[in-house]
């Protein structure tokens, strides 16, 4: 399973931006993924995830009510829609996708065994 992030960039405060995550290698439907991120000086925190089956969506507090998780199985394509951006939103934002996830381990970045490249998102104030 390969994973390939994209879509970052500099925005201002305030702004939007949206990154997808394209998975290959294995049937996407079955994966669920997650976006994480990491600023610099910081630990990787989870930001958001979306199931394989049933596409539920989980969401961290910080972020909740400004992105949205989607998935277009179509396209084997994940996306997160960041609206609303502050500094503190600025990170190197990976995706990662495991297909044996279960409810209680969707926001652990150690639960999921393939990760995307990460992409960087700027915000500036």
């Known amino acids: 399973v390969q994973l390939q992030a994209s879509g970052g960039g500099l925005v201002q405060a305030g702004g939007s931006l949206r990154i997808s995550c394209a998975l290959s290698g294995d049937t996407f439907r079955s994966y669920s993924v997650g976006w994480f991120r990491q600023a610099p000086g910081k630990e990787r925190e989870f930001v958001a995830a979306?199931?394989?089956?049933?596409?539920?969506?989980y969401y961290a507090d910080s972020v909740k009510g400004r992105f949205i998780i989607s998935r277009d199985n179509a396209k084997n394509t994940v996306y997160l829609q960041m609206n609303s951006l502050n500094s503190e939103d600025t990170a190197v934002y990976y995706c990662?996708?495991?297909?044996?996830?279960?409810?209680?381990?969707?926001?652990?970045?150690?639960?999921?065994?393939?990760w995307g490249q990460g992409t960087l998102v700027t915000v500036s104030s």
């Open positions: 979306i199931r394989g089956s049933g596409g539920a969506t």
């Open positions: 990662a996708a495991d297909n044996r996830l279960i409810l209680t381990t969707m926001r652990s970045a150690s639960a999921y065994d393939y």
